[in-house]
Nanobody, 120 residues
Framework: QLQLVESGGGLVEVGGSLRLSCAASGFGVDNYAIGWFRQAPGKEREGVLCISSSGGIRNYADSVKGRFTISRDNAKNTVYLQMNSLLQKDTAVYYC?????????????WGKGTLVTVSS
């Protein structure tokens, strides 16, 4: 069974950068679509970015366009979320999630999340 573990969250100032990691085990991430999602306090969970097994990228959130990028390292079996020019509204628990092949559909496997706090 696919297991996903996020890391890299923490405290960062406005305008700063963080890179989140999603380490997979059980199966290779090259067989899965892996997406990043986030949930801010008092808000619904929203999708951020997703990368399919073929490398196609879907951008779920216009608010991160041009600031966040998703990438995959098959050798490390890890998916990354590079976050630049961070804003206070980016504060959230960030989750990675996976399903077979395509970003289209409900994610089947979820990590426990990592907290990102952007301070002024």
């Amino acid at each position: 069974q696919l297991q996903l573990v996020e890391s890299g969250g923490g405290l960062v100032e406005v305008g700063g950068s963080l890179r989140l990691s999603c380490a997979a085990s059980g199966f290779g991430v090259d067989n899965y679509a892996i997406g990043w999602f986030r949930q801010a306090p008092g808000k619904e969970r929203e999708g951020v970015l997703c990368i399919s097994s073929s490398g196609g990228i879907r951008n779920y959130a216009d608010s991160v366009k041009g600031r966040f990028t998703i990438s995959r390292d098959n050798a490390k079996n890890t998916v990354y979320l590079q976050m630049n020019s961070l804003l206070q509204k980016d504060t959230a628990v960030y989750y990675c999630a996976g399903r077979s092949y395509s970003c289209n559909g409900v994610m089947d496997y979820w990590g426990k999340g990592t907290l990102v706090t952007v301070s002024s």
